[in-house]
């Protein structure tokens, strides 16, 4: 008979997709801590939470794939339970239980207090701000709301997170504290949607106000802005970013595209005059703002008109960061009324073409880069780098700093300041400035 090697009772969670769902994982297992329970992130343990997306079907795929893969380590004998949580069971619930009914239970992304009880803890109401961050020691997401009430035809967000809903300031302000006590530096700001926050809460946009807030954290250096709407953007934020040092010059404003029809029935609430203007104004309020967007092509009805229009705006606008998606056909969203016609392979064609436009963009910016002095903050070392970032990069996603390693050291999570020697489409070489 195999002996089990595992040790008993110990509750692994597995996090699929976004920083929100990142966030939702170091909750669980803030709570679970606190109930006694030994919890890790993505290691061995005989039980198992997975953390589920259900945005777009590639990550639909990975989330069920994963499911698959744990129940197969189950009807092994290697794991004792399997519980399913996040978007793509609050989305499928009904169907995942049909297809793979030997999960031992599913959760919605609004049931964490079910979710606690099934692995024997309990909801602790006071313990706001707790949480186990899974990311490195000097950063952590500081979600800020959840949900959205935007009617963007393609999303499926709203079904699976609901309306939005704003974190009161004060419970923001003693979780960043508790975060800072920890160690952590940068506070990456995340929701469905910033430009949103306070509107439920105090009958006004409100960002402003609570960044504010947080700039008077001790030990926080960074304040970064993720997911931002353009339309409705309050504007006095830019004025804390110019005037606070902490606010990190950079917003990531997803625009999905420009082409006016394809704005109007994406059901973005802006046109293609109004967003040139917006981000005219941020770059003559915040000259040295970074600004990320993200891009969806092969909508419904995009032609290759439409498609022109996208490439040329996108030279024109020349952003620092971008990503480029091909368009995902959602059941239940208002998009999927509409014919996906446009073929997968021009989808990918035509992502590959902004990204390679993005990609000749990013070097040309970067090439001037080069001689100029940077604070970095420090997140790894990678074979003989040390691996930084400057204020216009966010994790995971953006430009790097590679530092030599083999004649310097550094501490990670700690700033420092360098000087770019070298550079690429997306990395920077560069020298400690002594």
Known sequence: MRTKSLKKNRINVVTLGCSKNVYDSEVLMGQLKASGKDVVHEEEGNVVVINTCGFINNAKEESVNTILEFMQKKEAGDVDKVFVTGCLSERYKPDLQKEIPNVDQYFGTTELPQLLKALGADYKHELVG???????????YLKIAEGCDRPCSFCAIPLMRGKHKSTPIEDLVTEAEKLAANGVKEL?????????????????????ELLEHLVKV?????????Y?????????VLDVMNRELKV?????IPLQHISDSILKSMRRGTTKNKTTTLLKEFRAKVPEMAIRTTLIVGYPGETQED???LKDWVKEMRFERLGCFTYSHEENTYAYNLEDDVPEDVKIDRANQIMEIQSQISWELNQAKIGQEF???IDRKEGNYFVGRTEYDSPDVDNEVLIDATNTYLKTGEFTTVKVVEAEDFDLYAEVVN
């Open 130 to 140: 707790e949480r186990l961050t899974t990311t490195p020691k000097n950063y952590a």
């Open 188 to 208: 990456i700001l995340i929701a469905q949607d910033l430009t949103y926050y306070g509107l439920d809460l105090y009958k006004k946009r409100n960002l402003a």
């Open 218 to 226: 001790d030990g926080i250096e960074w304040i970064r802005l993720h």
């Open 228 to 236: 931002a709407f353009p339309t409705g953007f309050p504007m006095d």
């Open 248 to 252: 990190c010059n950079y917003l990531d």
């Open 307 to 309: 498609f022109e229009t």
């Open 375 to 377: 604070k970095v903050v």
